[in-house]
Structure formats: structure tokens, C-alpha cells
């Protein structure tokens, strides 16, 4: 007997299909990927198509990268793509082996293709976003003085001002349509928390349009200052949204922006009423010898396991500075428990690698060439609850 389990896929109720002509280049291939997504075809059905019908100049890695960009609602999970989903459409449609499948889906992954607002200044769409996520240059605040929209994309890397004045300020966030060889017409909405960037949803405030006090939802302005479809490359601003601070205590801003071929997956329509931005963990070392930061460690899911790996010097003495918050904002929850594990590496090579090997019985670890870990002590932070 055999046996299989299925896993139902969300549709959205079309099933028309659309009849492509020959594919003979990159845009041709994101025409047909746009009318299969607006026909209301499936990624598989898409990708089959778009096979059958392209130049045999274009590649695999060619459709993947169109696809994931088009059909990134299919593989957005919790708050990243799924490379794995991807994968295994590509498998299903064009019947190549799994491990391709996955190279092609990672590769395709690597390179953010919609509405960017850059996190940094060297931000150009890469994933993961080298450096802070946390300084973006495309959240605007001009204080007391609205701006233009054709100021804002004139002077694209101007970082304006930092520092709210206490009562009304003009706030503003910039997009551009990074590699999208289609159009895309992002929403957005923005927020503000006088804490820091590790809150639960319910600390952040909405903000509101300048034009109407009572609207949550802005829309993306050209250099002409009128809505409108946003090809590649092109540059867009907000209209003004406003927030009031009543202190000139540390202020933190959030622009969550949306555009139409993410459905199921709209950060503007979250049951939670805003975009959540919670973080847990975070580690890091200071001394220049051994400096590493891991960044902010999202947990998304009520059990969730993380692994993050970092090297250190030999013989390396220095304190490790551990970050750990709640949902709440305070200490871990009872049910929260965050291990730190030390490890000796040895490279493939090293006088004591044998006698490690023989100690862990680790024989495919030599055999495959790998550096062996040799455990060397751990401990354990757990959650205290309400305390």
C-alpha cells in the first residue's frame, strides 16, 4: 500500500487562462507572467506556460526570478520569502531534479523585485540587507514644513531632518520600483511609537493624511505630484501624513507599504490594525578583535526554533552582550527559553581533528571534509513570566 498527503493550495477563485505568444526576451516573459498572475492562473500552470513558449536563449533562473517577483504572495510566510514553495512549483512545472529547484528559487530570493523603501543608504534591494535596518533615509520627517513631492525624489538621498518638533510634524516615505519589469501602485500606511523599535503592535499610532485627518491610507505620488502606476526604476513619495509628539523624547517611524500582487498577504490589512514590528533577541560584540553583530532575531510563531552562528578568535576573552524582550516589551514569557551554545571548531586538517573525530565517533564528518564542532559548554536563559 502507498500513501500520500495532500496539501490544499489558496486559489482565488479564477481559472481562466490567457494565450501568450512566443517569449522572446526578459519583458516579454514578465508580460506573460503578469496576464497568467491577473487571469487568475497558478504559479505551476504560469510557469509551464511561460516554458513551452519561451526562446530557448532565456533559462530556468530566468523564470524563477519572474515568478517569484510576480506570484510573491504564493511564497510570502510569516515576514520572509519562501524559497522552498518556489522550488517546488519550479519542480512540479518544469520536472527538474529538487536540488536545482532550490538553487534556482535561492538565487531568485536574493534580489528584493517590487516597492523598496530602503532600509539604509546602501540599500539596493539585496537580501539579506547588508548593515542597519533600522536607518532609513526614506522615511522622511521635515518637521513643521511639507514638502513636495518632486523635492522628495529630486533629492533621493537627502536624509532631511531627524529630530520632530513637539506638536505637528509632516512625515513623507519614499519607493522605488526596484526591478519590477511591470507596473505597481504601492498603499501605504505609517506609524509611530515614542519607545523603541522592539513594541507589540498595540503601542504603535497610527497616523493619519494631512489632507484628511480621518484616512489611514496614503497613496504613492510621482514627480508631476499625481498618483499613478510606477514602472521599473521609478521613483515615488507619499503624500504628507502627520503625527504630533508631545515631548522631544526618542520617536521611532514605520512605513508599511502594499501593492496589488500581494492579496493574501497586505501588511495594510492585518487583524492586529497595524504592522508588527516585534523583535525578541539580539547578540553582540563590541571588541574590535572579535566584533559581530547578529541583528534584530524575529520570532513569528508562538514555538519557533532559531539558530545563529558566529565565530570567534582562538583563545578570545570578552563578554557577549545579550539583548532579550518580550511581546510585552519586558522579560522573556515563562514559556521562553533562549540557549547559547559554544563549540570548539576544528578545520579539517588540524593535529587534533583525528582524535576529535575518534571522540565523537564523527566518521561521514571526515569523510566529507568538514570542520568538526566539538561542544564546549552551554547555558540557558529562561522566561520568568509577569515578574
Known sequence: MSTTTLHPRKGNGKTASVAVGEIRNIQQMWDAAIQYFQAGDYDTDAIYLIYKNMNPKL????????????????????????????SKSLVQALGIDRSLGDQYARNAFTQWRGALCRKNINDIGLIPTQGSYTESLDIVCNENTPL?????????????WKSPVVGKNFIYARTQNMAFLGNI???????????????????????????????????????????????????????????NPTSQDHVCVIAVLNYEYFETNDPLKITLGNWNSQ?????????????????????ANASQHIEKNVTLPAHYKGDLKIKLQGPDGKLLP???????????????????????????????TFRNGQDLYLPAGSFTFIGVGGK
Open 59 to 86: 533559462t530556468f533562473q530566468d523564470i524563477a526570478n519572474v515568478i517569484s517577483a510576480v506570484y510573491g504572495d504564493t511564497y510570502w510566510t510569516s515576514t520572509y520569502m519562501d524559497y522552498s514553495i518556489l
Open 148 to 160: 513636495l513631492p518632486q523635492q522628495l525624489i529630486e533629492n533621493w538621498n537627502n536624509e532631511y
Open 185 to 243: 501602485t504601492p498603499k501605504l500606511q505609517m506609524f509611530y511609537t515614542t519607545a523603541g523599535l522592539n513594541q507589540p503592535p498595540s503601542s504603535w499610532i497610527q497616523c493619519f493624511t494631512d489632507k484628511d485627518p480621518t484616512r489611514k491610507e496614503g497613496s504613492i505620488l510621482l514627480i508631476d505630484g499625481k498618483a499613478g502606476p510606477m514602472g521599473q526604476g521609478v521613483r515615488g513619495a507619499s503624500e504628507a501624513f502627520t503625527f
Open 279 to 299: 523583535t525578541w533577541i539580539t547578540l553582540r560584540n563590541e571588541d574590535p578583535a572579535a566584533k559581530f553583530d547578529t541583528g534584530l532575531i524575529e520570532i
Open 334 to 364: 515563562a514559556p521562553a527559553a533562549v540557549e547559547i551554545q559554544m563549540a570548539w571548531v576544528l578545520r579539517h586538517g588540524h593535529r587534533k581533528y583525528m582524535d576529535a573525530v575518534e571522540h565523537l565517533k564523527a566518521y561521514d
